[in-house]
């Protein structure tokens, strides 16, 4: 890859708290796709780079999207008047069971993908469904959007209708294991465990899946705590363990590379586990809302010192775009601060547009941020039709965080490398 430079006004978290402003300035990529440094004025040393000057552009990290469903990017707005568990009855797993047909998947996962590639997000974990073919199409299809995603081909052996639960622990492993085999050609899309949650998965698929994610080092992806009839049900069928986290956990499925949505009902000793294990939470404001689960804490769990970014989590979420997200998790954490955590102040701007970036994209690695030896995952976004040039570069921030849409973003790279 050669280096380049890209001048514009950045952007990016140091910290929840602690923005970074470089109106007009000079961003550096190496040839290994990686930031770096910005500067107020181009070093001499890189002063023979190819330039591309994208003028009063807003220049922010790419956005990473914690948890979405690309299996149910047709229902998104709908079953928004059913609960959790009704929703998953009544609507998703009977769309879910129509990705046994290829056709079907390709054409469905095309659309997705086209979706996701236009916006903010660059990065990504997704849930498939339970079928391998129909997983490996959603890959193949990733793949060609230059995106950098971890997507996962789903494994639940109970709990659901014949027509789309697995078999058995043992036929569930080995359909997953091959999937791993059959996807390892991907440089991009790479392949992430996903138990859907403790309730559909027995205990012999758990532990099954902990001891692959051991053994080939691998990412895990599921859902925790998201409603309290969730909580009560898995309560009932793992009545020996002290929380739904420690069922994650005492299969090995607890850790750096893991993360969990939802999150909204953690007790206290499961947030300790939570950050004892550094494992990631995936706030879905949008979902959340739309199935009626509640509202996470999240600024608490900021406070904390516990990993979190963002997801869109279609189709509880009604929009794919993660600049959605972000405004979603703002509203959310000021009506929990109105209905009674007072004693917990709301996020701001400045802490949203971190879980989006930095925040999220610690799950990735050193990606989030315009910081030497980052990857240089970078969205442009032309805010001339609601900014005026007198505006300062933080007013600008603030309009940006809402107004911007898909739609504003004009130019996108991933790792360094240009997708328009």
């Known amino acids: 890859m050669e280096s380049f430079v890209l001048r514009g006004s950045y952007i990016w978290s140091e910290s929840p708290r602690e923005l970074v402003l470089k109106p007009r300035a000079y961003g550096v990529c190496d040839e290994n796709g990686c930031c770096a440094g910005v500067f107020d004025a181009l070093p001499e040393r890189y002063a023979a780079l190819p330039l591309r000057d994208l003028g009063e552009a807003l220049i922010v990290p790419g956005y990473s999207d914690l948890h979405t469903h690309a299996a149910q990017y047709r229902d998104i707005g709908l ?3 059913m609960t959790l568990i009704e929703w998953l009855d009544g609507l998703t797993y009977p769309e879910e069971a129509r990705f046994a047909e290829a056709d079907f998947a390709r054409e469905v996962y095309g659309r997705f993908a086209a979706e996701l590639r236009t916006g903010f997000t660059t990065r990504a974990a997704i849930f498939a469904s339970a079928h391998r073919e129909g997983t490996e199409i959603l890959m193949e299809l990733l793949e060609q959007t230059g995106l950098h995603t971890l997507v996962g081909k789903v494994n639940m052996d109970r709990s659901a209708p014949d027509y789309i639960r697995e078999r058995d622990a043992a036929s569930a492993l080995a359909d ?13 899309t790479k392949p992430i465990l996903t138990p859907r949650f403790v309730p559909s998965c027995t205990p012999e698929l758990l532990t099954g899946l902990g001891r692959l994610a051991e053994q080939r080092g691998l990412p895990v992806q599921s859902h925790l705590d998201e409603t309290p009839e969730e909580v009560a049900w898995v309560r009932e069928l793992c009545p020996d363990s002290e929380s739904y986290a420690a ?8 850790g750096p590379q893991t993360v ?11 947030c300790a586990l939570m950050k004892e294990r550094s494992a990631f939470i995936a706030h879905c404001p949008s979902s959340n809302a739309n199935v009626r689960s509640g509202i ?12 979190i970014g963002l997801g869109t989590d279609i189709s509880g979420g009604s929009s794919l775009d993660m600049a959605d997200a972000v405004r979603d998790a703002l509203s959310a954490s000021r009506l929990l601060w109105r209905l009674g955590e007072e004693h917990w102040p709301h996020l701001h701007a400045r802490e949203a547009f971190y879980l989006a970036t930095a925040g999220g994209g610690a799950y990735f690695g050193k990606v989030g941020k315009f910081a030497p030896g980052y990857a240089f995952d970078a969205v442009a976004v032309d805010d001339g039709a609601w900014s005026g040039g007198d505006e300062t570069l933080e007013v600008r921030f603030h309009k940006m965080i809402y ?3 898909s739609a504003n973003v004009v130019s996108k790279y991933v790792n360094g490398r240009r997708l328009f």
């Open 296 to 307: 996470a804490p999240i600024r608490k769990y900021l406070d904390m010192g516990l990993n």
């Open 79 to 81: 079953g928004m008047d």
């Open 260 to 270: 969990m949505a939802h999150c909204i009902y953690m007790t206290d000793a499961e």
């Open 247 to 254: 069922v994650y956990d005492a299969a090995e499925l607890l």
């Open 176 to 188: 997953t294991e091959r999937w791993l085999r059959e996807t390892a050609r991907f440089q991009n």
């Open 403 to 405: 107004r911007a849409r």
